[in-house]
């Protein structure tokens, strides 16, 4: 039998099957990142034409809080929902890590955002979007998904089994 037509093992149909789920959570956090993105955006802006004018920290604190709710109740209840458990304990917990991991990925925008700008001097608008929203966005998101996957919304009961670890 040539290696074509072999039936697939049962540990290369569970690799498969892994990597269908991966490309699945991607594409769906990449969905839910770009709907809070444009939510982030839209409460920014709004707040700032209107009740924040004059204050574009809070403006800007208010629609961060927001699009991470909203990405927090997304991504719980669609990305990771086969990898979460029921306990209200772990909810707290879960939403806790979220918090941390957003925390994180935001200080991993603002030091792209403080590198370019204060150390290698390029203080352009251009260049503080390219290296805030930019490569800091990107690189604060591959850092987020990692982080969920791993710690926010990784299953409590979910153990290596011996086909997992071969």
Known sequence: MSPETEAPTPVRAARAARLLTLGRQLASFGTIGAVCFVIDLAVYNVLRATVLPDSP??????????????????????????????????????????????????????????????????????????????????????????????????STDARPTKEASA
């Open 57 to 154: 920290i809070w403006a800007k604190v208010v629609s961060a809080v927001v699009s991470t709710a909203v990405a927090w109740l997304a991504n719980r209840s669609i990305t990771f929902r086969s990898e979460r458990g029921v306990d209200r304990r772990a909810t707290v917990r879960e939403g806790l890590l979220f918090a941390l991991a957003n925390l994180v990925g935001l200080f991993i925008a603002a030091a792209c955002l403080f590198v370019s700008h204060y150390v290698l001097g390029f203080r352009s608008t251009l260049a503080d979007n390219v290296a805030g929203n930019g490569v800091g966005l990107v690189l604060g998101t591959a850092f987020r998904f990692a982080a969920y996957k791993a710690l926010v919304f990784r």
